[in-house]
């Protein structure tokens, strides 16, 4: 089955602190997509970093570095020098093959909330 | 110059009713997305269309019907409007070939 499982709920984290949070996948294709994207309060969805499975390097994006550990089906989002504004739901994604054409299918996303 | 636009934020209705939420992109993107976000945050695609024509229609009710009069706009209309479709939708684009999909800024609908 296609799916992308997030562990953790919600996190808290001090302000300037590095933050992980976690994202593994499931998937019979060999070509697939990992993105992460950022829901803050005001709802609406701001993409962060995007992963493909058959990229060797890890993707960078400012602060956000995705950890993408293929053999154990992960792709961590990584948030260095945490800052209040990263307060927000995160979102794990991956695109996937359906039919002639492609989806994206979310986690269940994980609440982050960066203490002063 | 807002890239992808919904109309409106917010719709209160009666359960029973019909409503429409309209979206348009100025991208030029070739494909279009519509999502249902509930009230636990869950995210999950509904329909998705490339150049007017639908290529994703997951297990959702016949009550919602998408339509796309061109490329740039894929409407989404709900009939006889009932509790548990109260969420936020969320209208997206994306170019083929390309990883990102930008998304509009919502829709929150309350059916009462």
Request: one cysteine or more; aromatic letters at 12%.
């Amino acid at each position: 089955a296609q799916k992308i499982t997030q562990t953790q709920p919600g996190m808290f984290v001090q302000e300037k602190e590095a933050v992980t949070l976690d994202c593994t996948y499931d998937t019979s294709d060999q070509s697939y997509g990992l993105f992460w994207y950022k829901q803050p309060s005001s709802g609406e969805m701001i993409f962060l970093i995007y992963q493909g499975s058959y990229d060797e390097q890890n993707a960078t994006e400012g602060r956000y570095s995705l950890n993408f550990q293929k053999a154990r089906k992960s792709a961590n989002l990584v948030i260095s020098a945490s800052q209040l504004g990263d307060s927000a739901m995160y979102f794990c994604a991956m695109r996937i093959r359906y039919s002639s054409a492609s989806k994206i299918i979310f986690g269940s996303g994980t609440r982050l909330s960066i203490r002063p | 110059d807002t890239a992808v636009s919904q109309t409106p934020k917010y719709l209160v209705t009666q359960m029973g009713n019909d409503k429409s939420i309209k979206c348009e992109q100025n991208l030029g993107h070739d494909t279009m997305y519509w999502y249902k976000q509930d009230s636990k945050k869950f995210l999950k695609i509904m329909f998705s269309y490339n150049n007017k024509e639908l290529i994703i229609n997951e297990t959702v009710p016949n009550r919602f019907s998408p339509k796309s009069p061109d490329k740039a706009h894929l409407n989404l209309h709900i009939n006889s409007l009932e509790l548990g479709d109260s969420a936020v939708y969320f209208c997206a684009s994306s170019q083929a070939g390309e990883n990102e999909q930008f998304f509009g800024p919502g829709t929150r609908l309350t059916v009462l």
